[in-house]
């Protein structure tokens, strides 16, 4: 069989940490093509990766002949455009979230694909956490009934240190909203649906970062309603919490109570839950079944590696195994899509302080 030829378009921080381990562990795929604006970075990549095809424009990766699918990793404001070009000359897509500027963007890239017949997948990494897999089965399946709240609470410390584009509107379109809570806001989404209406706060701390300024928020907060349950949700997330760390080990925690249970999660332990069950006078902590430590069809040993970050290389197997298959990848722009949504109407309820209800993309 063919193999399925990859091109990355952004080759920083996040295509070497989740990108390149995860296409390493698809023998049915193959990085044909590297883009970069920034030469050093272009050049960099080739030399780690050995591939030659190299461009600091994007169009002539989509339009190489040996690129079958690409994986856009670029800063934000970038997304649709590119995802556009390459949907238009047939490729598969994989985007980095937030996947857009806005939702009518999103929306955009959601109908370009489904019409051209590509697969197309948003990058919500923590969907393939051991622990949040295990908690949405739990969830699908009854463990805690009917959903009553939803809390999620990602704080980091950040500091006051400069964090480039991811500063700048222009460049971001949101701050803490789209950096860290779209994930969260997905976790809301495959955990008790999307949500309809909501009310949100933002604020800035730091005007400036490092000597250079900053026009995003820092710290963000959602009160949610879902469309298709009674249930509530509860959605923080701060770069400003001091003494919190950054990255990985620091707190991304996600509980959800229901008529007949209640599940945590955190990132710092994903391949453990804590539960209770109606009755119960405490949580308990129980490891993530064996089943669920890996995503269905990975070939990843899950006893290998760092489990902090090695959940993350199942997104690509993901991607790759869904254009092998003719399926839709899980999640798709159409949950990028629905997160954009909600993140328009969080900063319309900033702005205007007011509920505001959430655009649909059904
Ligand atoms: N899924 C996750 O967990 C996760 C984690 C980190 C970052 N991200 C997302 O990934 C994307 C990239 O983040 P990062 O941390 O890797 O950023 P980064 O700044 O480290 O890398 C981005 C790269 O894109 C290049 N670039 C900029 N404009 C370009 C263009 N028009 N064409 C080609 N290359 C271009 C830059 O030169 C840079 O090398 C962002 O959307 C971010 O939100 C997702």
């Not at 920083?12 to 390493?24: C, E, K, S, W, Y």
């Not at 070939?299 to 993901?318: I, K, L, N």
Request: net charge neutral.
């Amino acid at each position: 069989m063919k193999q399925i030829g990859v091109g990355i378009i952004g080759c920083g921080g996040i295509v070497l940490q989740n990108h390149l381990p995860g296409l390493a562990l698809c023998p049915e795929a193959k990085l044909v093509a590297l883009c970069d604006t920034n030469p050093a970075v272009l050049q960099s990549a080739s030399h780690h990766t050995g591939v030659t095809a190299t461009f600091t424009n994007y169009l002539d990766l989509v339009a190489h002949p040996g690129v079958d699918a690409v994986i856009i990793a670029t800063p934000n404001f970038t997304h649709a455009p590119i995802a556009l070009a390459a949907i238009a000359k047939g490729k598969h897509v994989l985007c980095e979230k937030p996947i857009a500027m806005n939702f009518a963007e999103a929306k955009t890239m959601f109908d370009a694909a489904e019409k051209a017949g590509v697969r197309h997948m948003t990058a919500f990494t923590y969907r393939f956490v051991p622990a949040m897999h295990y908690m949405s089965h739990l969830v699908k399946t009854g463990f805690i009934g009917e959903p009553y709240h939803f809390r999620s609470c990602r704080l980091q410390d950040w500091g006051t240190r400069a964090v480039g584009w991811r500063q700048v509107a222009k460049l971001a379109g949101t701050g803490e909203l789209g950096d860290m809570l779209s994930h969260r806001i997905d976790y809301a989404r495959l955990l008790v649906g999307p949500i309809k209406r909501l009310v949100a706060d933002t604020r800035r701390f730091l005007d400036v970062r490092d000597g250079q300024p900053s026009d995003l928020e820092d710290w963000v907060t959602i009160l949610a309603e879902f469309s298709n349950s009674p249930a509530t949700g509860v959605l923080e997330s701060s770069k400003v919490a001091t003494g919190r760390g950054e990255g990985a080990r620091s707190q991304d925690y996600c509980e959800v109570n229901g008529r007949e249970g209640s599940l945590v999660f955190q990132l710092e332990r994903p391949l453990e839950l804590q539960i209770a069950k109606r009755g119960d006078t405490g949580l308990r902590t129980v490891p993530v079944p064996e089943e669920f430590l890996k995503w269905p069809g990975s070939p990843r040993d899950p006893h290998v590696g760092d489990s902090a970050f090695t959940f993350r290389y199942d997104q690509d197997v993901e991607f790759i195994q869904a254009i092998v298959q003719q399926r839709p990848c899980v999640p798709s722009f159409r949950e990028g899509a629905q997160a954009q949504a909600v993140m328009d109407a969080a900063v319309l309820s900033a702005l205007e302080k007011r509920w505001v209800e959430v655009e649909s993309i059904n």
